[in-house]
């Protein structure tokens, strides 16, 4: 799914322009990284298209669709998030934090268990042996490979991810970066990733859009954008 950003604006009641008129065409089954120096609007940014929040300024389109005319369930069935601390429950397992969203949505439960497992092995958790832990048994990179799945549980056309492994050990963040990379391969999800690491942006994006001060300055194909930093 495309989605169309359209002098998009968000004033906050205190004045800060977080995001000051912008306009970005966010390409179908691509993975398009967000960079920019922290306070640019990133965060405010994806927070709008999943509707956390309310836009100030003119629309977002999905293909085509403004978000007003989207049901709110539709939206939060169409759109995964995964944030940097994951937020899992931790009075819940790794089977129940999966489950969801897809319990919202009211799934039948065995539909679930099959998804659970699934997803489980598509993120390379042993579901046999991860599906029942809590979240204090897992690892951090094990916890952000649960995100991810959370993230895609119903089968989302849109995956949101704001600066998932920004809190994940250097060896640990490659291995993670390569599991998207195989995830993304296999799914070819519209996937928008928040990063401030230039490494991360260039190793996983298909395309970069460059913001500062809540305004595009950039937008291209990785390797255009190297080719003209
Ligand atoms: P980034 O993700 O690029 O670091 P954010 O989108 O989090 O940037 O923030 C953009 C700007 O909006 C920053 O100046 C931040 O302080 C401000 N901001 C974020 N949330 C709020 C809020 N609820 N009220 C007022 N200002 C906010
Ligand atoms: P709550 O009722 O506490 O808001 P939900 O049951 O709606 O929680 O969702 C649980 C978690 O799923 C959220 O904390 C969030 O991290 C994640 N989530 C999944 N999809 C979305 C989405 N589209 N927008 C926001 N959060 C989402």
């Not at 000051?20 to 640019?40: A, F, H, Q, R, V």
Request: with cysteine; glycine share 6%; aromatic share 6%.
């Amino acid at each position: 799914m495309a989605i169309e950003l359209i002098d998009l604006k968000k004033y906050y009641p205190d004045g800060t322009k977080a995001v000051d008129g912008l306009n970005l065409t966010i390409e179908n089954n691509k993975l398009t990284i967000l960079i920019g120096p922290s306070g640019c609007g990133k965060t405010t940014t994806l927070k709008m298209i999943n509707r956390l929040i309310e836009r100030t300024g003119e629309d977002i389109r999905f293909d085509g669709t403004s978000i007003d005319e989207i049901d709110p369930i539709q939206l939060r069935r169409s759109i995964g998030y995964v944030i940097q601390d994951v937020g899992l429950f931790p009075h819940m397992t790794v089977f129940e934090n999966i489950a969801v969203v897809p319990r919202l949505l009211k799934w039948d439960e065995e539909k679930i268990r099959k998804r659970v497992n699934e997803l489980l092995e598509l993120v390379n958790l042993d579901p046999e042996i991860y599906r029942d832990r809590y979240p204090a048994q897992l690892s951090g990179g094990q916890k952000q490979r649960v995100g991810i799945a959370r993230g895609l549980a119903a089968d989302p056309d849109i995956l949101l991810m704001d600066e998932p492994f920004g809190a994940i050990d250097p060896i640990n963040r490659e291995k993670l970066q390569d599991a998207l990379l195989e995830i993304q391969d296999q799914l070819k999800k519209t996937i928008v990733f928040v990063t401030h690491d230039i490494r991360e942006a260039i190793k996983l994006g298909d395309k970069i859009a460059i913001l500062n001060q809540g305004k595009l300055v950039q937008y291209d194909d990785t390797e255009e954008i190297l080719r003209n930093p």
